[in-house]
């Protein structure tokens, strides 16, 4: 799908504010409401919108540890990749699962509401997977968010 600046526009003001409407965004940049509308329509059917996310502050909801786990799977016993992947998922405080190329299998985004809690969960919770081997956290100091290349 060509994109034109227009689109790109569009794209990066709706990756700073995602519940902008169509009407806000046609005033901002010289398109009718309808106009506007029709393109953000295009977008979403061509797939390169994809949805919309809710952007929790983790801090004030009482998480105020993000610990990110490189998780290496053991060999021995050959626990399947769905294994591990289905029993990861299902613990709350595991954000993210990236199954990735490198050191490391997987890497886990974590949070916890202090250091104290996220040692109970990796120690309870995440080294009783099946299929864990080797762990390496780094925990989060700050983070920048970017909307990405657009």
Request: hydrophobic share 45%.
């Amino acid at each position: 799908m060509e994109l034109d600046s227009i689109d790109r526009k569009l794209l990066r003001a709706l990756a700073e504010d995602a519940t902008q409407s169509a009407s806000a965004l046609g005033r901002r940049f010289g398109l009718s409401q309808p106009a506007a509308w029709r393109r953000l329509k295009r977008l979403q059917d061509e797939g390169v919108l994809a949805g919309q996310r809710l952007v929790l502050d983790q801090e004030r909801l009482g998480f105020g540890v993000t610990v990110f786990l490189g998780v290496k799977l053991a060999t021995k016993g050959r626990v399947s990749l769905e294994d591990f992947e289905r029993a990861v998922t299902a613990i709350r405080e595991v954000q993210t699962v990236e199954h990735v190329l490198g050191l490391y299998d997987y890497r886990l985004r974590v949070v916890a509401r202090d250091l104290a809690d996220f040692e109970r969960v990796l120690r309870r919770r995440i080294m009783t997977l099946p299929g864990v081997g080797n762990v390496e956290a780094n925990v989060l100091l700050s983070e920048e968010r970017r909307p990405g290349p657009i």
